[in-house]
């Protein structure tokens, strides 16, 4: 079976089993090394990309389900040299150890907040819901996406983009 989709803005193509995981297309085929394919049955988030600008965990979601559709990777989530507020706001306050969760955490919360900042930790909690961190603990970076967010919504509030 052969499935086109959209990665990262650009037209994909996979010739093969429909039920191949997508994540396993991302690493093996891509070379879209940022998700991770740790637990692969949807428990700790660490291969979570945006299909139709929606959080999934790509090794639950068989290639067939992508067909026609829009996929994001973190590798695609910013231009080049200009990381997202949330890569920054991780970098900055150094919450990252093994990286591992790392690029599942900047999808998921990215999608949750795409057009307005969090109001609380408990939103940010509650976004994060199925991405684990086995080494920082999660209040660093609540700290860092609170601290992140509201830094790029000020920017752009002054700037006049919102």
């Known amino acids: ?15 093969g ?10 690493r093996r085929e891509r070379f879209l090394t940022g998700t991770k394919a740790v637990c692969r049955e949807g428990f700790c988030g660490a291969c979570t990309v ?6 999934r965990m ?45 690029p599942g955490m900047v999808m998921s919360l990215s999608a949750a907040f795409r057009d307005r900042a ?8 509650a976004a994060m819901t199925g991405n684990i961190c086995r080494c920082t ?6 700290d860092a996406v609170l601290a ?3 830094a790029e919504r000020a920017s752009a509030t002054e700037s006049g983009d919102v």
Do not use: W
């Not at 995981?21 to 991302?26: F, G, N, Q, S």
């Not at 969090?118 to 909690?125: I, L, Q």
């Open 118 to 125: 969090p109001e609380s930790r408990a939103e940010v909690k």
């Open 1 to 15: 079976m052969s499935v086109r989709f959209e990665l990262n803005g650009e037209p994909c193509g996979f010739a």
């Open 137 to 142: 603990g999660y209040e660093r970076i609540v």
């Open 58 to 102: 790509s090794c639950l979601l068989p290639i067939a389900s992508v067909a026609g559709r829009r996929v994001l990777t973190i590798e695609g989530l910013a231009p080049p040299g200009a990381p997202h507020p949330l890569q920054v706001a991780f970098e900055a306050a150094d919450v990252v150890q093994c990286g591992m969760c790392f």
């Open 17 to 26: 089993d429909p039920l191949t995981p997508l994540v396993d297309i991302l």
């Open 50 to 55: 945006h299909v139709d600008g929606e959080a």
């Open 148 to 150: 992140g967010l509201a």
